[in-house]
């Protein structure tokens, strides 16, 4: 098997960085060829073990030797798209793709490999986005169909804003503060949302990298209920261009939004939380050790425990400011006028300690 795998290796690897040091090195070639042999040599043994990785999703089905897991979806025995060959000892993974369009996997094991080595590090996944300005981050926490995703897009629109993520954010330690990075994933806007902002007018949704729901193209009463499931997908590229800001690779955490949209809104009011407020809203949030979509580690195992959890959200707790921002629908450009005089405030008192 090892020798099968060295002949297809590819001249090119990719590596992971951010502010902690990741050991795995992750290989990517397309190879129909090698797909169907893999597949074909694994036929002859039982697998050794699977693995309920995503919700609704198909399990991964592991073949385990001493030094090599090989990696299938569990329908696609017999007709493998990709093949993930680990080498656990080397910290070395090989992604084998049967075509160039099989994308998706790439970013599942880059994913799956990012988070895992993160959380061993200390850090923790938060149900969350933000936005970052002079490499601080605002950090946007709360929980479905509370207005986290107008908020971030709304805290895009102050100059010289940086998207960081929508949906989930690594924190880790970062010397004797801590950093926010970015979670790969697609961002789910409701229709609603997109149509407050006119850079989200896509006339045409076809043009977008990922496939979209039906129902969106007759923009029905029901896709543009409040709270509906059906939402416009779009990757963390398209925002950057939609919007017309970078995308950041994360910053320092400063300050933290927990928002409250309601319906009928009569101005945007933000209340600072006392210690114990903040900590109840974020345990609500955390993700490390339980995902609700992420239900088995696979590639890497857990190394966390709920002690560590706790102290990484005391820590965060210590280091921002947490505010609760309530504000209806019509309260957007209120909104961004408060995210842009709290973010020039704390430029104001940067300045002022700078030159104390």
Same mark, same amino acid.
């Given at each position: 098997?090892?020798e099968l795998?060295?002949?297809?290796l590819p ?22 060829q090698?797909c169907i042999e ?9 697998? /050794?073990f ?12 592991? $073949?385990? $030797?001493?030094?090599?897991?090989? $990696? ?15 080498? #656990? ?11 160039p369009?099989v994308?998706t ?9 990012y ?12 149900? *969350? &986005?933000?936005?970052?300005?002079d ?6 926490v709360?929980?479905?169909?509370c *207005?986290?995703? /107008?908020a ?9 804003m940086?998207y ?5 954010v690594l924190? !880790?330690?970062? *010397? ?15 229709w609603g949302?997109?149509r ?7 006339p045409?949704l076809s043009?977008?990298y990922?496939p ?5 193209a007759?923009?029905?009463s029901?896709?543009? /209920?409040f709270g509906?499931g059906?939402k416009l ?7 950057s261009?939609f919007?017309?800001?970078p995308?950041?690779g994360?910053g ?11 319906k ?5 009011k ?13 345990s609500?949030?955390v993700?490390t050790?339980i995902?609700?979509k992420?239900?088995?580690? $696979?590639?890497? #195992?857990?190394? !966390? ?5 706790r102290?990484?959200l ?8 947490v505010?609760r921002? %309530?504000?209806?629908?019509?309260d ?13 405030? %704390?430029?104001e008192?940067?300045?002022l300690?700078?030159? &104390?």
């Amino acid at each position: 098997m090892f020798e099968l795998v060295e002949h297809f290796l590819p001249h090119t690897a990719y590596s992971l960085s951010g502010c902690l040091p990741v050991e795995h090195e992750i290989r990517c070639l397309v190879s129909e060829q090698l797909c169907i042999e893999v597949s074909s040599i694994v036929q002859e043994f039982e697998p /050794t073990f699977k693995v309920e990785t995503f919700v609704d999703d198909p399990e991964m089905v592991c $073949w385990e $030797w001493p030094e090599l897991r090989i $990696w299938l979806v569990e329908p696609l025995y017999h007709s493998a798209k990709f093949v993930i060959i680990q080498e #656990p000892v080397r910290n070395r993974v090989t992604l084998v793709l049967s075509n160039p369009n099989v994308k998706t996997q790439i970013m599942r094991v880059l994913r799956e490999l990012y988070l895992r080595e993160l959380e061993a590090h200390g850090g923790i996944l938060l149900h *969350g &986005g933000g936005f970052v300005k002079d490499e601080e981050v605002t950090l946007i926490v709360a929980d479905k169909c509370c *207005g986290k995703t /107008t908020a971030m897009l709304t805290g895009l629109l102050i100059s010289e804003m940086e998207y960081l993520a929508n949906d989930r954010v690594l924190v !880790v330690q970062d *010397g004797e503060g801590l950093a926010v990075l970015p979670f790969p994933m697609a961002i789910r806007v409701g229709w609603g949302t997109a149509r407050a902002f006119p850079n989200l007018h896509v006339p045409d949704l076809s043009t977008l990298y990922r496939p979209q729901d039906p129902r969106l193209a007759g923009e029905t009463s029901e896709a543009a /209920t409040f709270g509906s499931g059906i939402k416009l997908e779009l990757t963390p590229l398209e925002i950057s261009q939609f919007m017309r800001v970078p995308h950041s690779g994360g910053g320092k955490l400063k300050r933290i939004l927990v928002p409250a949209i309601q319906k009928t809104g009569s101005g945007v009011k933000m209340t600072k939380l006392n210690h114990q407020q903040a900590l109840d809203e974020l345990s609500g949030q955390v993700m490390t050790p339980i995902d609700e979509k992420w239900c088995n580690p $696979w590639l890497l #195992p857990r190394q !966390v425990c709920s002690e560590a959890v706790r102290e990484m959200l005391e820590r965060i707790v210590q280091n921002a400011d947490v505010f609760r921002v %309530a504000y209806g629908f019509g309260d957007v450009d209120e909104l961004r006028q408060n995210l842009r005089n709290d973010v020039r405030r %704390a430029e104001e008192l940067s300045g002022l300690l700078s030159h &104390g």
